[in-house]
């Protein structure tokens, strides 16, 4: 075997460029097929993040009839034992109770079905943290005038600006990038722009009586800070719940579906307008990773310390069935593309095998000829698609590694047109990658097994080879 294996290696850089193009051509199958995979459960990950992360969380405790009516009526009393044994479990981050229900919101004359959601505005900052969603900057029509009027800022920058009017940012990193700015037009503009455009925010007290408004409902309501909105809507069991709320704050919030109707008051106020005292609809929980033996290991364990029959823990599988089948069937889909690219990465792997065995037909056949026997032949041959097919996996995951790793801590961020599409859609405008998982196990051993299919014609060619056909060749 050792010998075998020695005359492979010196087979294989007896011709390099045949060997490196065959190499060459497992490298771009396993770079695409890792990147492809990448891009997509990455896909996937920001959206769940997004929505869960800073929404549903990845475990709810709940009333049993909250999931099917989700009213101030199904709500629960819990106090801050039940938080702490939650708390001191393995894989909990954070433990959030919300207070949450439906009402009518007014200002003016706009009027609009909302989400209204009762927070404790310090627990909360370790789960969706608010906070840092607060919007810092705005452009709008009177800070663009502003800017024309009072700012020496060239018409190249003011078309970036009015490319960006109505858009808010909750960080300066984002409204640089937006407006395209370089060093030079950051250093002698950027300061003019954000004397204008900078935006007065606040965020919850513990006991505060005001509320934050989501971005894009604020527009649709025009309101703003200091603003009061009317939150009309039904209490526990029936009364009627209404009240007047100051704007302390507005937040964008990633997901475009939820900033078009969220409005967030502390858990006293909310309490207070449902006349729901004590009462809250879900303790939010947010895990170390969303694996399902986590959050299922999670869920049970956190059942056996609930002593009410009426208060259950449900996964966010089961909070979100419409995200959850979505995912599933576009992750279908897209393996069936994925199968697709194998399927043309094999016979390009098998056209660039099948070249190299028509090329040695005659130093086949003279092995043959001189006295080796078939079988070592075969052996030799598949020690060298082997070697090809290990050289061209290791090249292919090394290459992939770099984008696949960048692109998951520093997404791509779609600005103009583009951005504002996807937005539009209901999705944050953003590709990002999913860091090196197991996904990259499983397409190291599809492709393998590909280069092993395409060796099986090469062994039988070799097999039933003739040698007088073979030297003629």
């Given at each position: 075997?050792?010998?075998?294996?020695?005359?492979?290696?010196?087979?294989?850089?007896?011709?390099?460029?045949?060997?490196?193009?065959?190499?060459?051509?497992?490298?771009?199958?396993?770079?695409?097929?890792?990147?492809?995979?990448?891009?997509?459960?990455?896909?996937?990950?920001?959206?769940?993040?997004?929505?869960?992360?800073?929404?549903?969380?990845?475990?709810?405790?709940?009333?049993?009839?909250?999931?099917?009516?989700?009213?101030?009526?199904?709500?629960?009393?819990?106090?801050?034992?039940?938080?702490?044994?939650?708390?001191?479990?393995?894989?909990?981050?954070?433990?959030?109770?919300?207070?949450?229900?439906?009402?009518?919101?007014?200002?003016?004359?706009?009027?609009?079905?909302?989400?209204?959601?009762?927070?404790?505005?310090?627990?909360?900052?370790?789960?969706?943290?608010?906070?840092?969603?607060?919007?810092?900057?705005?452009?709008?029509?009177?800070?663009?005038?502003?800017?024309?009027?009072?700012?020496?800022?060239?018409?190249?920058?003011?078309?970036?600006?009015?490319?960006?009017?109505?858009?808010?940012?909750?960080?300066?990193?984002?409204?640089?990038?937006?407006?395209?700015?370089?060093?030079?037009e950051k250093t002698l503009f950027l300061p003019e722009i954000l004397k204008?455009?900078?935006?007065?925010?606040?965020?919850?007290?513990?006991?505060?009586?005001?509320?934050?408004?989501?971005?894009?409902?604020?527009?649709?309501?025009?309101?703003?800070?200091?603003?009061?909105?009317?939150?009309?809507?039904?209490?526990?069991?029936?009364?009627?719940?209404?009240?007047?709320?100051?704007?302390?704050?507005?937040?964008?919030?990633?997901?475009?579906?939820?900033?078009?109707?969220?409005?967030?008051?502390?858990?006293?106020?909310?309490?207070?307008?449902?006349?729901?005292?004590?009462?809250?609809?879900?303790?939010?929980?947010?895990?170390?990773?969303?694996?399902?033996?986590?959050?299922?290991?999670?869920?049970?364990?956190?059942?056996?310390?609930?002593?009410?029959?009426?208060?259950?823990?449900?996964?966010?599988y089961e909070l979100n069935p419409v995200l959850y089948q979505q995912i599933?069937?576009?992750?279908?889909?897209?393996?069936?593309?994925?199968?697709?690219?194998?399927?043309?990465?094999?016979?390009?792997?098998?056209?660039?095998?099948?070249?190299?065995?028509?090329?040695?037909?005659?130093?086949?056949?003279?092995?043959?000829?001189?006295?080796?026997?078939?079988?070592?032949?075969?052996?030799?041959?598949?020690?060298?698609?082997?070697l090809l097919g290990i050289a061209g996996l290791l090249t292919g995951v090394?290459?992939?590694?770099?984008?696949?790793?960048?692109?998951?801590?520093?997404?791509?961020?779609?600005?103009?047109?583009?951005?504002?599409?996807?937005?539009?859609?209901?999705?944050?405008?953003?590709?990002?990658?999913?860091?090196?998982?197991?996904?990259?196990?499983?397409?190291?051993?599809?492709?393998?097994?590909?280069?092993?299919?395409?060796?099986?014609?090469?062994?039988?060619?070799?097999?039933?080879?003739?040698?007088?056909?073979?030297?003629?060749?």
């Open positions: 075997m050792k010998e075998e294996f020695r005359i492979a290696w010196r087979n294989l850089w007896r011709n390099r460029r045949r060997t490196i193009i065959t190499a060459a051509s497992v490298s771009f199958a396993v770079f695409f097929a890792l990147v492809m995979r990448s891009v997509q459960l990455g896909s996937y990950d920001h959206m769940i993040n997004n929505f869960i992360g800073s929404f549903t969380g990845y475990l709810q405790v709940q009333h049993i009839k909250y999931q099917d009516s989700p009213v101030v009526d199904n709500s629960f009393i819990y106090n801050d034992s039940l938080i702490a044994a939650i708390s001191s479990l393995d894989n909990v981050i954070s433990v959030s109770p919300h207070l949450e229900s439906f009402t009518l919101a007014s200002a003016g004359t706009q009027t609009k079905g909302v989400a209204v959601i009762g927070i404790d505005p310090e627990r909360e900052k370790h789960f969706s943290d608010p906070e840092a969603k607060l919007v810092k900057y705005r452009i709008n029509e009177e800070s663009f005038r502003k800017i024309q009027e009072e700012s020496p800022v060239p018409e190249k920058v003011l078309t970036g600006i009015r490319k960006n009017l109505g858009r808010s940012y909750s960080s300066l990193s984002r409204l640089e990038m937006e407006l395209g700015l370089n060093d030079e204008h455009v900078e935006f007065a925010n606040a965020y919850l007290r513990g006991d505060d009586d005001g509320i934050l408004v989501s971005d894009r409902l604020s527009d649709f309501l025009g309101v703003g800070i200091g603003d009061s909105v009317i939150l009309m809507g039904q209490g526990y069991h029936g009364v009627s719940a209404a009240g007047i709320f100051p704007v302390r704050g507005i937040i964008k919030i990633p997901a475009p579906d939820l900033d078009n109707r969220v409005i967030i008051m502390t858990i006293p106020a909310a309490q207070e307008l449902f006349d729901a005292g004590g009462r809250i609809s879900s303790l939010v929980i947010n895990l170390t990773d969303r694996s399902e033996r986590t959050i299922r290991s999670a869920g049970n364990r956190i059942n056996s310390f609930i002593r009410d029959k009426d208060v259950t823990t449900r996964t966010w599933k069937g576009d992750s279908q889909s897209s393996v069936l593309v994925l199968a697709v690219l194998y399927f043309i990465i094999f016979f390009g792997i098998f056209g660039t095998v099948l070249m190299m065995v028509s090329e040695r037909s005659k130093e086949f056949g003279v092995l043959v000829a001189i006295g080796m026997q078939k079988r070592k032949l075969r052996r030799v041959f598949a020690i060298e698609m082997i090394l290459v992939s590694l770099p984008p696949v790793i960048y692109f998951s801590h520093f997404p791509v961020i779609l600005r103009g047109e583009l951005g504002n599409m996807m937005e539009t859609w209901g999705w944050e405008a953003v590709i990002a990658t999913a860091g090196v998982g197991f996904y990259y196990f499983w397409q190291l051993v599809i492709v393998l097994i590909m280069i092993l299919l395409s060796t099986v014609y090469p062994l039988r060619k070799i097999t039933k080879l003739k040698e007088t056909e073979a030297l003629r060749a």
